[in-house]
């Protein structure tokens, strides 16, 4: 009798053994999602103005948020950080802890920053061992949480939150650069004597969401090219409207507490939520991202209403390291820094910032004459989100929506490292704080070499 009942017990266990094990062939999609607290602890400096703020009050707590997709064949992992940014070394310690923990190949996780500006660059070494155990928590999580699940995506425009920052303007005073020259372009200019924005936005929204086999919201991630919104009180850590339209598409979805909501930053370095030609009408701390977060949130889950769900679907990412120099001063220009730390602290400046852009152009003069960037493909169907470790021009991802070989693509930036602005070629010659030796750091093609790799590793995962 005993040994009926043993042999009764393997007899129940095993079609649920071999469902496991034959979820390739029966195309079973599985996804999970969760959230890890990165919240840095307060004397963090703020770093997102021009000079570093110790926090001194957390007003919200900064999460990792993670998403992982399991379709039997292979699994991705999508963590997108309160930060305001990731130094690769950040991204490389969580991918290999993960790899370390889980049966992920690395390549298939990608890791990006929202770039809030009331959060750290996670580079102290009090900060940066914990926010790498977070991250790699959250994603063993989210495979914990895995269940069978279906998936879509869809977009929607919602052009009356971006502008371009990047302005031509007939001020003379306005264009002068730190490098004792004048600029055709200035970021974040004077309202008086505009003429036109120099560059274009990108309105739309894209979305990627994950339910359940019965309809329950799991996860939603989110794409928008907006800098950020800002309005924050001094020494305030915030993860700013990221945070608020996560919580709120969540809201509107009517999900539990185990649904994330997930906002990434698109192509956004030349665009903020500043109306130049308009006005602005005074709003009190924390206001305006609210209203941000909650017109995009509602525009989402309009459009998310017309999604079709499918229960499996093609995955894959695909990586690759491209070689770029970094760019260094000529002796006109060192000569050019001399003089001015010659001066007096107290002198008249030629531009206020020309103390500033002495030292980081001198870094980068005693720095390495070339860096190893991650450039990152995930599939999802006929959906390709590629990933760029730059603040990037809304030009550059308007191009690879335009001639990605997939029905659907959106750009994550910030992800698997920060470098700084990656303008175009043909920005680099209006200049602009966006295109300053320091600000921006690796040479003026790069956006092109950066583009043509991108372009060919959709190719290989398309192909398969």
Request: overall charge negative.
């Amino acid at each position: 009798m005993q040994k009926f009942h043993w042999l009764l017990i393997v007899f129940l266990i095993l079609p649920a053994t071999l469902t496991a094990d034959d979820a390739k062939s029966k195309q079973i999609l599985m996804a999970g999602s969760a959230k890890s607290n990165i919240t840095p602890p307060l004397g963090e400096n703020l770093v997102g103005n021009w000079v570093p703020t110790p926090s001194t009050n957390i007003h919200d707590e900064l999460h990792a948020r993670c998403l992982v997709l399991d379709n039997g064949e292979t699994k991705i992992a999508f963590v997108i950080c309160d930060s305001l940014g990731l130094k690769r070394e950040v991204c490389d310690e969580a991918r290999a802890l993960i790899c370390s923990e889980t049966d992920f190949e690395p390549d298939h996780i990608l890791i990006s920053a929202t770039h809030t500006h009331s959060a750290t660059p996670a580079t102290s070494d009090a900060y940066q061992p914990f926010l790498v155990r977070r991250i790699a928590d959250g994603v063993r999580r989210a495979m914990a949480n895995r269940q069978p699940a279906r998936i879509g995506w869809g977009s929607v425009d919602e052009p009356s939150e971006v502008f371009n920052r990047r302005w031509y303007t007939t001020d003379p005073e306005a264009l002068k650069n730190p490098f004792g020259g004048v600029d055709q372009v200035r970021m974040n200019p004077p309202r008086a004597n505009l003429l036109r924005p120099a560059g274009p936005i990108d309105p739309e929204v894209s979305f990627l969401s994950v339910q359940s086999l019965e309809g329950k919201p799991i996860a939603l991630l989110a794409n928008y090219s907006l800098h950020y919104v800002g309005g924050v009180k001094k020494g305030d850590v915030s993860a700013d409207y990221f945070a608020i339209f996560s919580e709120r598409i969540g809201q509107l979805m009517n999900a539990d507490s185990n649904f994330v909501g997930i906002m990434s930053n698109g192509t956004s370095g030349d665009i903020n939520n500043i109306n130049f030609q308009g006005k602005s009408e005074r709003r009190e701390p924390y206001e305006q991202m609210t209203n941000v977060a909650n017109l995009i949130a509602e525009r989402v889950y309009e459009a998310h209403q017309q999604i079709e769900f499918q229960n499996w679907v093609p995955l894959d990412a695909v990586s690759r390291d491209l070689t770029l120099q970094y760019r260094k001063p000529d002796k006109a220009m060192q000569d050019y820094f001399a003089k001015v730390m010659q001066q007096p602290e107290d002198a008249e400046p030629y531009q206020r910032h020309e103390r500033t852009y002495a030292g980081r152009v001198q870094a980068l003069l005693e720095g390495p004459d070339s860096t190893e960037v991650m450039l990152q493909v995930v599939r999802i169907g006929d959906l390709a989100v590629t990933a760029i470790p730059f603040e990037t021009f809304a030009e550059i991802g308007l191009e690879l929506k335009e001639k990605s070989p997939f029905a659907d693509t959106f750009t994550i930036e910030l992800a698997n490292g920060w470098y700084g602005y990656l303008p175009t070629p043909e920005q680099h010659k209006l200049g602009g704080y966006e295109t300053w030796m320091g600000t921006n750091k690796v040479q003026f093609d790069a956006s092109d070499l950066i583009e043509k790799t991108l372009f060919e590793l959709m190719d290989e995962v398309s192909d398969k």
